[in-house]
């Protein structure tokens, strides 16, 4: 096994996981701490070392408000830990590997977190690499930062960084550990060449970020996995357009520097504590003074995700994507029929009057408008980025996850049920799952591993034999696999109105726009 591997910073010791056959590096650092200078500043290199640096435990957790990151639910659900260290200095990754040598060349799978951009940690219970990597993979999990500390903007900044690199920081972490993966990987016996990236909520609309970014055309992402959330989602009053401009970003930077620090310039905002500027920006959050989300900076991202969707600016390469049947919110909700007309017309603009047509708007049954209308928000986007990458002639695969939870609170397959799963690591969940869940388990860390490995997620199953087919997503065939008590293609038959909408939203954003 390799135990002792180079990086750019210097040498790494890792050790034994509690899988003889896998040994894990953890906290290895892939940039200079993003503290002092290099607060509100891109990653900048790693500083070297002298000797071996034994890489035994996680790095600290990136700086955020636990409880409100969390809430109950999910501090329930992961275990989570208030006395874990966090710190400005928290750019590190953790690295999972079977190889026995350098020369073996194993693909590459490397993960990007979820936390709605507010918080969440690599070293959650969940996402213990060991499983996935002993399907034959090298798993690595990068930290990077969150909320104010990674998604800020202020005139002083943009004009220190030159007008560039100058606010998403937390997406430039996401890519200099990518970056740093291609560099490195191949010491711990990863191949530099078949790199996928994959990630969950927050880190589903990080891994749609990463492939649009011109930032990363020819560069090391082969391919990529979202889950329950692609951040095109099809929104009111402006088809996806959330995030703020940079000039908009700046704006609400150097207001938050005034109101909310006290401070007027940037050099006095880094020479603030941090636990000072994490307590305001979470009271500048509850407060609802503004966000701290992606920002179109006309560098990382020069639009909307959702209009780089569609003006075909996605890198040309496998893409899995899918959700689970718990999340989010319907498309439209509305508690009069005037209510609906009027969403009807911020959604779909000149398709709005074949779009209440669908829903059979004249009916005046309100209840009968909203079911025919009746689709989230995540499966929608990830239907939107396969139907664009299926105009493209790509052929890419769509999931759906229903599979019963377990647990006195009956919470159905709610936003993030999946990850247990797919990390296989079922047994560090306080939750009482059975055989048919560990069956499930097995087979989506499966279908995750031959993705990563071949594009393909078909293969099979522990016991040798072909696990269900999963067809891939084209115009002939837009149904998902079902990952429930069986796994299966999905047989049932999107109603004619939901189809409608699908229609509309593409005809709108790219097919005839």
């Known amino acids: 096994m390799i135990k002792i591997a180079k990086t750019e910073g210097g040498l790494v010791r890792g050790t034994y996981s509690s899988d003889m056959f896998i040994t894990v590096f953890k906290g290895v650092p892939f940039a200079a701490p993003a503290t002092g200078k290099n607060r509100w500043r891109a990653p900048q290199p790693v500083e070297p070392w002298e000797g071996i640096r034994d890489c035994f435990e996680y790095g600290p957790a990136n700086m955020t408000d ?52 507010i918080g969440g940690n690599p070293a959650e219970n969940e996402f213990d690499g060991e499983r996935l990597a002993r399907r ?79 930032l990363n055309r020819g560069g090391y992402i082969k391919k990529a996995i979202t889950q329950s959330s692609t ?31 006290g401070v007027t310039t940037l050099e006095e905002a880094r020479a603030l504590p941090a636990k000072f500027v994490l307590e305001k920006c979470f009271a500048f ?91 989230n928000g995540s499966p929608f986007g990830a239907r939107l980025l396969l139907m664009r990458a299926a105009d493209d002639n790509l052929h890419d695969w769509l999931y759906e996850f229903n599979a019963e939870i377990p647990g006195e609170d009956d919470p159905g397959d709610y936003h993030s049920s999946e990850l247990y799963f797919v990390f296989e690591t079922l047994a560090k969940s306080p939750r009482p799952f059975v055989g048919k869940h560990y069956d499930l388990a097995r087979m989506m860390c ?51 109105s939901i189809k409608g909408m699908y229609r509309l939203a593409a005809d709108l954003l790219w097919r005839k726009k």
Not at 149 to 161: K, R, Y
């Open 66 to 117: 636990y409880d409100t990151a969390y809430g109950p639910f999910y501090e329930n659900e992961w275990h989570w830990d208030h006395d874990f260290p966090m710190s400005e200095d928290c750019l590190q990754l953790n690295i999972w590997t079977p190889a026995k040598t350098p020369e073996e060349r194993l693909p590459v799978m490397v993960w990007i977190f979820g936390g709605g951009l």
């Open 136 to 214: 034959g993979v090298v798993l690595v999990s990068v930290n990077y930062r969150t909320n104010v500390f990674g998604l800020f903007a202020h005139p002083e900044i943009t004009a220190e960084a030159g007008g560039k690199h100058c606010t998403n920081f937390a997406l430039f972490d996401q890519k200099a550990g990518i970056d740093w993966v291609g560099r490195n990987i191949a010491n711990f016996g990863g191949d530099p060449d078949n790199i996928t990236i994959f990630g969950q909520s927050a880190g589903g609309r990080s891994t749609l970020c990463q492939i649009i970014s011109p």
């Open 231 to 261: 951040g095109i989602n099809f929104a009111i009053g402006g088809h996806g357009t959330d995030y703020l401009t940079l000039k908009e970003a700046e704006a609400q930077g150097d207001r938050f520097f005034r109101e909310w620090l």
């Open 285 to 375: 959050l509850k407060a609802r003074a503004g966000q701290f989300q992606f920002v179109v900076d006309d560098d990382f991202l020069t639009d909307q995700p959702v209009n780089m969707m569609a003006a075909g600016e996605c890198l040309p390469i496998p893409v899995m994507t899918g959700y689970t049947t718990g999340e989010f919110f319907d498309i439209i909700t509305a508690k009069s029929l005037p209510e609906f007309e009027e969403k009807a017309h911020l959604l779909y603009g000149k398709y709005a009057e074949e779009f209440l047509e669908l829903c059979d708007f004249k009916s005046g049954d309100l209840d009968r408008v909203l079911a025919l209308s009746k689709v």
């Open 446 to 496: 499966n279908y995750w591993t031959n993705f990563a490995k071949t594009g393909n997620p078909n293969g099979k199953d522990a016991d040798g034999k072909p696990m269900p087919e999963w067809i891939p997503f084209t115009d002939d065939n837009s149904k998902p696999i079902v990952f429930e008590d069986t796994v299966h293609m999905s047989t049932e038959e999107i109603a004619p």
